[in-house]
């Protein structure tokens, strides 16, 4: 349900949402990371992969598992994993990964020595799952 396209409509929605506006005061920096990563669109990273991503990200800085305790609430992770899911474009045939695919994210998420960064996590799912298909 991509309602908002653009960074700056997400920013307007960051603004708005008093969780999401605390998020912004307490870890800007990850936040602006999940916002650029949710609207660039990799050509082929299935939209559930790309969630999937966001939201392990979201969880270090929202909820059970944030650092601070400030944004270690439900409201804060519910608030968070909705504005992903508003950030995210609907899948489309083209964008569907394999059965193979969904192992070997699974595989990465456990792997101690996987990517950084979202974006990188994503090039290299893409890379592993599509090796004849060049990313643009």
Do not use: C
Not at 86 to 94: F, K
């Amino acid at each position: 349900m991509r309602d908002l396209q653009t960074k700056e409509q997400a920013l307007a929605r960051v603004s708005q949402d008093g969780n999401l506006s605390q998020v912004a005061l307490y870890e800007n920096a990850v936040l602006m990371g999940i916002i650029e990563s949710a609207l660039a669109h990799p050509v082929g990273v299935e939209r559930w992969f790309r969630y999937e991503l966001l939201k392990l990200e979201a969880s270090k800085i929202v909820g059970w598992d944030a650092t601070l305790n400030v944004l270690r609430t439900t409201s804060h992770y519910e608030a968070m994993i909705d504005f992903i899911d508003r950030l995210l474009p609907q899948s489309t045939e083209e964008d569907r990964i394999d059965e193979q695919g969904r192992e070997r994210f699974y595989e990465m998420r456990m792997d101690e020595s996987r990517p950084a960064s979202i974006m990188e996590w994503i090039e290299d799912l893409e890379e592993k799952s599509h090796p004849d298909k060049e990313a643009s």
